[in-house]
């Protein structure tokens, strides 16, 4: 039987004027959602999106609407640390992840889509799933680099189709701003964004060893592994600067 347990709104706080939501279990509280059918979208934030939201009022209108905004980056982190929430890092990956392992374990599988990456990522990415997960509902895939005229069948496949769980990997903001324009077609789903995860999933690249992510040093592997992020990632030191400011200055 169907538990009528509607989740609590979570704790919010406000890193440089983003909320983002502070829970025990993440993934407890939306595993009640889908089981509701309460449509959310889920945002990983970090630093980087952190700082893009002062020059995207858009991207920050996004974030402010969305039903969940996980901790998903060590400079976030660390911000929340310096007012004392000593609240674990919640990569998105790894939720997807265990989103992915639940909707399979369920007596009937939770039905999930993925969406985004380049056309041999995203079939690669399902493929691994796929053998790792028998039972997953996988009920389609999309690669993110679709051409115009085809879209209106893209999208009548996914209003069809209903997942439960939309995978949308096609970087930040891109895909929130994707997210947040197309959920009306599945109003019960749950919508992740899930950036290079397909990348990671189809094996074409690879996470930080653990160490450094257990050193909030993520970030400093993915400059090592994708150099042309330079640019981006100033926003970092930027972030940095600003959340100091903000408590001491
Ligand atoms: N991507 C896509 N369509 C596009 C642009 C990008 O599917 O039009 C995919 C790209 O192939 C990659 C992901 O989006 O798999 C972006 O990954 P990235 O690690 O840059 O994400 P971010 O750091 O922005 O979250």
Not at 117 to 137: I, M, T, Y
Not at 189 to 199: E, N, P, T, Y
């Amino acid at each position: 039987m169907q538990s009528t347990f509607v989740p609590e709104a979570p704790r919010q706080f406000s890193i440089l004027g983003v909320s983002v939501d502070l829970l025990p279990d993440y993934l407890q509280w939306l595993t009640q959602r889908i089981i509701q059918g309460l449509g959310t979208h889920v945002v990983t934030l970090n630093a980087e999106m952190t700082m893009q939201t002062e020059v995207d009022p858009l991207l920050a209108e996004i974030i402010e609407a969305a039903e969940l905004v996980i901790p998903d980056g060590a400079g976030i982190v660390l911000y929340l640390r310096l007012y004392g929430e000593q609240i674990p890092r919640c990569p998105g990956i790894e939720l997807s992840e265990a989103l992915l392992r639940c909707a399979a374990a369920q007596p009937q599988p939770w039905s999930v889509f993925f969406f985004g990456g380049a056309p041999e990522v995203v079939s690669a990415a399902a493929e691994q799933w796929q053998q790792r997960l028998p039972k997953l509902a996988l009920v389609g895939t999309q690669h993110g680099y679709l051409k115009s005229e085809d879209t209106p069948a893209f999208l009548e496949t996914l209003s069809t189709r209903q997942p439960q769980i939309i995978f949308v990997g096609l970087g930040v903001p891109r895909q929130e701003y994707w997210i947040a324009q197309h959920r009306y077609l599945c109003p019960h789903a749950l919508w992740i964004g899930v950036g290079g995860s397909f990348d990671i999933w189809a094996k074409r690249k690879t996470r930080a060893p653990k160490w450094l992510r257990n050193n909030n040093l993520e970030w400093v592997y993915r400059l090592y592994q994708e150099p042309w992020r330079w640019r981006r990632m100033l926003a970092l030191p930027q972030f940095a600067w600003r959340a100091l400011m903000a408590k001491f200055g």
